[in-house]
């Protein structure tokens, strides 16, 4: 396609822009507000993206598309018969092409969805370090080994991930993964530094990648082997990026005057300027090294090893068009005028507008060739790996254990297992694998590398209840402390079915706090659909000495309103063995259906599982086998104790704080008739069920109830609910509004603070005193809210 690429270039310029432009100016406005698209944005890639994909990529690289250049990408694939006019048509509007590139929004091939800024690049290092792992296991196979590939704004290199994905990278001996970096120096609020170039070379330098700098185009090259070719190499390097922006956007003519000015007198480089039209002066001075395709292909070409690569190509943002180098560009748009002069420009007849080969002057030898390009040979490149059988997990204890001990108890009991489940289970966490109970897991399993390294503790013979080696053949990648990596790694394992065609069943672990500190990437992760458990563990005030940083508030929150993931804090040993069980499934289920009209949950297209956790033992209540428990647990809640038909108080409760429910509850039997408890399991799946149910009513089908309704309908109207959770109250707070019953929410709104469970739980009243004590306000007659929030 070598020949062709300038054309294909140019075609996929104004089909992007047209598209943008038609979105703004031309598709009838429902809301009268500016539809956007960057345009500019999109033209800066261009001939980055042409090189790209159609002369260097093979069908086992991905490529992770800078957001705003969405719609290059888009066009590409509309050139190739992979999207549909309909849908460019509709750009940004409903059902039709994303704003940004997604795996589960859009038709087209989208290897990895981008959005947030940062996370679309750093994901691309975690994904080959999946590559790698598949790819060191008996199972792997032998696909080839693809380019893991982010095309980068240079203003998202602000992002701080980046910088922490680097540094996993050096340390995981990163390879087969490339980073092109949109040097436009313009961000959506002015001109990038002078000098960051410098600042970025170094930084990649020191973890140890290459750094190619795509500086000038081949007219600009050619252009400095002329006599006073060099004065004019030397203007362009000490040239302010402010000013050559404005002097690009000024057009032809003022470069003539400004380069005179400054050049002029010097005899040689006069008559290099002079040769040139206004035309050709500013196609020269514009023929940075990323706006020239045929330079960038022959950079990428170049490349011919597995290292890391950084390719720093020079660009300017909105080139080719009406709007370069403008300050203002980066959310600016062609208006009307400008667009018909650009049309003439670009050869493009009326009419014609959405002709994927209107200027080609015999599109069916044209599209013969474009059919041989690489990269599309195979057709699309998303893989479907089979379903794993998972086995049974069980786990009952007599005695007192925390939920966190029978996580590491679960998963230690898998590791003994000769199958092919557990040979697929890989984990990770951000140095926390010793105290969020993965240690067993590891002693077994061991840690990845590509290299074998010794454990030198054990053989200098000091004991040590870790045994960490590391070995091609682990099943533990171990990071660093930052938990937006972790999210990303799960991100790149929890696609590997899809993006390489083995599936795994990724569980990663981390101090329930620090959730937040991850969740834009764990929000990213679940857009893109992928598939993974994580545990969030130690949770709540009940890590008690450890103090307010490390105790969570929110998480609960966070379970219930992140999309894509199911979310459970059970209290108990067996209720954490069903879920992981039914979890484990959960993650590779794949399937459209209808809600399940027991929940109205749509459980039946999958997606992850987050599970908050906890240090404290609790006392076990021995073996339950019966079924009504066990989908109890799965669907969010169960009756621990049944309340008769004359119940006056319900106490529900989530997690760890079970002991305390219990123990108030015998204590309120002691003086009124009835008293259930309800183990909520996950209120995520309640409420989700709830709503849906409630759309289907509002849908006309007036029968549909989900678990909660079910459960709660028998209560009394003027039954109390007493809500308790060791997290925020507002968890459990709507279950009120289920069935209109009076309810008093006991949980965390405020930091913790050190102190023993015992004394945290009193402050915070989540103790069993508390719970009487708000039942006892029943008897003493006073009015109570019909929800109000205590702690």
Same mark, same amino acid.
């Given at each position: 396609?070598?020949?062709?690429?300038?054309?294909?270039?140019?075609?996929?310029?104004?089909?992007?822009?047209?598209?943008?432009?038609?979105?703004?100016?031309?598709?009838?406005?429902?809301?009268?507000?500016?539809?956007?698209?960057?345009?500019?944005? @999109?033209?800066?890639?261009?001939?980055?993206?042409?090189?790209?994909?159609?002369?260097?990529?093979?069908?086992?690289?991905?490529?992770?598309?800078?957001? *705003? #250049?969405?719609?290059?990408? *888009?066009? =590409?694939?509309?050139?190739?018969?992979?999207?549909?006019?309909?849908?460019?048509?509709?750009?940004?509007?409903?059902?039709?092409?994303?704003?940004?590139?997604?795996? !589960?929004?859009?038709?087209?091939?989208?290897?990895?969805?981008?959005?947030?800024?940062?996370? $679309?690049?750093?994901?691309?290092?975690?994904?080959?370090?999946?590559?790698?792992?598949?790819?060191?296991?008996?199972?792997?196979?032998?696909?080839?080994?693809?380019?893991?590939?982010?095309? +980068?704004?240079?203003?998202?290199?602000?992002?701080?991930?980046?910088?922490?994905?680097?540094?996993?990278?050096?340390?995981?001996?990163?390879?087969?993964?490339?980073?092109?970096?949109?040097?436009?120096?313009?961000?959506?609020?002015?001109?990038?530094?002078?000098?960051?170039?410098?600042?970025?070379?170094?930084?990649?330098?020191?973890?140890?990648?290459?750094? &190619?700098?795509?500086?000038?185009?081949?007219?600009?090259? #050619?252009?400095?082997?002329?006599?006073?070719?060099?004065?004019?190499?030397?203007?362009?390097?000490?040239?302010?990026?402010?000013?050559?922006?404005?002097?690009?956007?000024?057009?032809?003519?003022?470069?003539?005057?400004?380069?005179?000015?400054?050049?002029?007198?010097?005899?040689?480089?006069?008559?290099?300027?002079?040769?040139?039209?206004?035309?050709?002066?500013?196609?020269?001075?514009?023929?940075?090294?990323?706006?020239?395709?045929? !330079?960038?292909?022959?950079?990428?070409?170049?490349? %011919?090893?597995?290292?890391?690569?950084?390719?720093?190509?020079? !660009?300017?943002?909105?080139?080719?068009?009406?709007?370069?180098?403008?300050?203002?560009?980066?959310?600016?748009?062609?208006?009307?005028?400008?667009?018909?002069?650009?049309?003439?420009?670009?050869?493009?007849?009326?009419?014609?507008?959405?002709?994927?080969?209107?200027?080609?002057?015999?599109?069916?030898?044209?599209?013969?060739?474009?059919?041989?390009?690489?990269?599309?040979?195979?057709?699309?490149?998303?893989?479907?790996?089979?379903?794993?059988?998972?086995?049974?997990?069980?786990?009952?204890?007599?005695?007192?254990?925390?939920?966190?001990?029978?996580? $590491?108890?679960?998963?230690?009991?898998?590791?003994?297992?000769?199958?092919?489940?557990?040979?697929?289970?890989?984990?990770?966490?951000?140095?926390?694998?010793?105290?969020?109970?993965?240690?067993?897991?590891?002693?077994?399993?061991?840690?990845?590398?590509?290299?074998?390294?010794?454990?030198?503790?054990?053989?200098?013979?000091?004991?040590?209840?870790?045994?960490?080696?590391?070995?091609?053949?682990?099943? *533990?990648?171990?990071?660093?402390?930052?938990?937006?990596?972790?999210?990303?790694?799960?991100?790149?394992?929890?696609?590997?079915?899809?993006?390489?065609?083995?599936?795994?069943?990724?569980?990663?672990?981390?101090?329930?706090?620090?959730?937040?500190?991850?969740?834009?990437?764990?929000?990213? #992760?679940?857009?893109? %659909?992928?598939?993974?458990?994580?545990?969030? !563990?130690?949770?709540?005030?009940?890590?008690?000495?450890?103090?307010?940083?490390?105790?969570?508030?929110?998480?609960?929150?966070?379970?219930?309103?992140?999309?894509?993931?199911?979310?459970?804090?059970?209290?108990?040993?067996?209720?954490?063995?069903?879920?992981?069980?039914?979890?484990?499934?959960?993650?590779?289920?794949?399937?459209?259906?209808?809600?399940?009209?027991?929940?109205?949950?749509?459980?039946?297209?999958?997606?992850?599982?987050?599970?908050?956790?906890?240090?404290?033992?609790?006392?076990?209540?021995?073996?339950?086998?019966?079924?009504?428990?066990?989908?109890?647990? =799965?669907?969010? #809640?169960?009756?621990?104790?049944?309340?008769?038909?004359?119940?006056?108080? +319900?106490?529900?409760?989530?997690?760890?704080?079970?002991?305390?429910?219990?123990?108030?509850?015998?204590?309120?039997?002691?003086?009124?008739?009835?008293?259930?408890?309800?183990?909520?399991?996950?209120?995520?799946?309640?409420?989700?069920?709830?709503?849906?149910?409630?759309?289907?009513?509002?849908?006309?089908?007036?029968?549909?109830?989900?678990?909660?309704?079910?459960?709660?309908?028998?209560?009394?109207?003027?039954? +109390?609910?007493?809500?308790?959770?060791?997290?925020?109250?507002?968890?459990?707070?709507?279950?009120? $509004?289920?069935?209109?019953?009076?309810?008093? @929410?006991?949980?965390?709104?405020?930091?913790?603070?050190?102190?023993?469970?015992?004394?945290?739980?009193?402050?915070?009243?989540?103790?069993?005193?508390?719970? &009487?004590? @708000?039942?006892?306000?029943?008897?003493?007659?006073?009015?109570?809210?019909?929800?109000?929030?205590?702690?």
């Amino acid at each position: 396609m070598s020949a062709h690429l300038k054309t294909i270039e140019q075609r996929l310029l104004w089909l992007s822009h047209w598209m943008i432009h038609n979105a703004n100016h031309i598709r009838p406005k429902a809301d009268g507000i500016k539809v956007g698209g960057h345009q500019a944005s @999109s033209a800066s890639m261009v001939s980055i993206m042409t090189a790209l994909y159609f002369q260097s990529l093979r069908p086992e690289d991905r490529v992770a598309v800078k957001p *705003h #250049a969405s719609p290059i990408f *888009h066009a =590409i694939q509309y050139l190739m018969g992979n999207q549909t006019r309909e849908r460019m048509e509709n750009f940004r509007g409903y059902g039709g092409v994303q704003s940004y590139p997604s795996r !589960t929004k859009d038709i087209d091939d989208v290897d990895f969805s981008t959005g947030s800024v940062g996370l $679309g690049v750093a994901v691309t290092s975690f994904a080959s370090i999946v590559q790698d792992y598949i790819q060191a296991k008996s199972w792997g196979g032998d696909q080839k080994m693809g380019r893991m590939i982010a095309l +980068v704004g240079d203003a998202e290199l602000d992002e701080g991930n980046i910088y922490e994905a680097l540094q996993e990278g050096w340390k995981n001996d990163l390879r087969n993964c490339w980073w092109i970096i949109d040097y436009n120096r313009q961000s959506l609020d002015g001109v990038v530094r002078e000098g960051l170039f410098k600042r970025i070379e170094q930084i990649f330098d020191a973890f140890g990648w290459d750094v &190619v700098r795509v500086k000038y185009g081949h007219l600009q090259r #050619a252009a400095f082997e002329e006599i006073g070719g060099d004065k004019l190499r030397q203007w362009i390097d000490d040239c302010p990026n402010q000013l050559y922006s404005a002097l690009t956007f000024m057009g032809g003519a003022i470069w003539r005057e400004r380069l005179m000015d400054a050049l002029g007198d010097q005899g040689d480089v006069t008559a290099l300027i002079e040769r040139r039209t206004d035309v050709e002066l500013a196609e020269l001075m514009e023929n940075l090294g990323g706006n020239c395709v045929q !330079t960038m292909a022959d950079t990428f070409a170049a490349i %011919d090893h597995d290292r890391p690569v950084c390719f720093l190509a020079y !660009t300017i943002k909105g080139w080719g068009t009406p709007i370069a180098g403008h300050k203002d560009n980066h959310g600016g748009l062609m208006n009307k005028t400008q667009m018909g002069d650009w049309q003439d420009h670009m050869g493009v007849p009326q009419g014609q507008e959405w002709d994927k080969f209107a200027t080609i002057a015999d599109p069916t030898a044209f599209e013969i060739e474009l059919k041989k390009t690489p990269f599309f040979t195979k057709g699309p490149r998303r893989f479907i790996d089979d379903v794993i059988d998972v086995p049974k997990i069980e786990l009952t204890s007599d005695r007192e254990i925390s939920t966190q001990m029978a996580f $590491g108890k679960i998963l230690d009991s898998l590791s003994k297992c000769d199958n092919k489940f557990a040979e697929r289970i890989v984990t990770t966490s951000p140095d926390v694998t010793g105290t969020t109970n993965l240690g067993p897991w590891v002693n077994r399993r061991k840690l990845f590398a590509r290299d074998h390294q010794e454990d030198t503790f054990k053989n200098e013979n000091i004991p040590s209840t870790a045994k960490w080696e590391f070995t091609p053949e682990g099943q *533990h990648i171990e990071l660093g402390i930052a938990e937006m990596n972790l999210f990303l790694l799960l991100a790149a394992a929890g696609l590997s079915h899809s993006v390489f065609g083995k599936r795994l069943i990724p569980i990663g672990t981390v101090y329930d706090p620090f959730v937040s500190r991850g969740l834009d990437a764990l929000n990213y #992760a679940c857009y893109q %659909d992928a598939r993974f458990m994580i545990v969030g !563990t130690p949770s709540g005030v009940t890590l008690s000495y450890e103090g307010g940083a490390h105790q969570s508030i929110a998480s609960p929150l966070i379970g219930m309103s992140q999309d894509g993931l199911a979310a459970f804090e059970p209290a108990f040993a067996d209720e954490l063995a069903v879920i992981m069980e039914w979890s484990f499934n959960h993650l590779q289920k794949d399937g459209e259906s209808d809600p399940d009209e027991r929940t109205w949950l749509r459980d039946e297209t999958g997606g992850s599982v987050y599970l908050r956790l906890t240090t404290n033992p609790i006392e076990q209540p021995g073996k339950r086998v019966d079924d009504a428990f066990k989908q109890g647990a =799965i669907d969010g #809640a169960y009756w621990l104790r049944e309340p008769g038909p004359n119940c006056e108080v +319900v106490i529900a409760y989530q997690g760890a704080v079970a002991p305390e429910a219990i123990k108030a509850a015998g204590t309120i039997g002691e003086g009124r008739r009835d008293v259930g408890v309800l183990a909520v399991t996950s209120a995520d799946r309640l409420n989700a069920g709830w709503t849906a149910a409630q759309r289907a009513r509002t849908n006309g089908n007036k029968a549909a109830a989900s678990h909660i309704e079910t459960i709660l309908q028998g209560l009394p109207r003027n039954c +109390v609910l007493i809500t308790v959770i060791d997290g925020h109250p507002a968890t459990l707070s709507w279950m009120g $509004g289920v069935w209109g019953h009076k309810t008093i @929410s006991h949980g965390v709104e405020h930091f913790g603070q050190t102190g023993s469970i015992a004394d945290l739980y009193r402050h915070f009243r989540l103790d069993a005193d508390a719970l &009487v004590s @708000s039942a006892s306000e029943l008897s003493l007659g006073r009015q109570i809210p019909h929800i109000r929030s205590v702690g």
